[in-house]
């Protein structure tokens, strides 16, 4: 298996989660300043611990940045690793069928 496979089939699997979905979804609407991660905890009503494991699976796959800013943690998409997600997934898109979608 390619390591493109590889790696695309990892960050496929860590927006499979619901609530990993959930967050990066929240994030992007957040823009590029990011998004404090207690503003996460509020408008997702969970504890800070099963945040803090979800927002590391979404980082580890490349597909969220984070930064510290005194005691505060800010997370932000990585609107290129995102982009290269989606266009792998369209990319031979109706390539069997001799056509363009």
């Known amino acids: 298996m390619?390591?493109?496979l590889e790696r695309h089939a990892e960050q496929l699997s860590a927006?499979?989660?619901p609530v990993r979905l959930?967050?990066?979804r929240y994030v992007v609407q957040g823009g590029d300043d990011g998004?404090?991660?207690?503003?996460l905890q509020s408008h997702l009503d969970m504890p800070a611990s099963t945040l803090s494991h979800h927002l590391k699976r979404l980082v580890d796959a490349g597909l969220m940045k984070t930064r510290n800013e005194g005691t505060?943690?800010?997370y932000s998409v990585d609107y290129g690793a995102l982009r290269v997600?989606?266009?792998y997934v369209w990319e031979d898109c109706c390539k069997r069928g001799k056509g363009c979608c």
């Not at 998004?35 to 503003?39: C, F, I, Q, S, W």
């Open 2 to 4: 390619s390591s493109k």
């Open 15 to 17: 927006l499979g989660h």
């Open 22 to 24: 959930a967050i990066l």
């Open 35 to 39: 998004t404090a991660a207690g503003e």
């Open 72 to 74: 505060f943690h800010y």
């Open 85 to 87: 997600l989606t266009a």
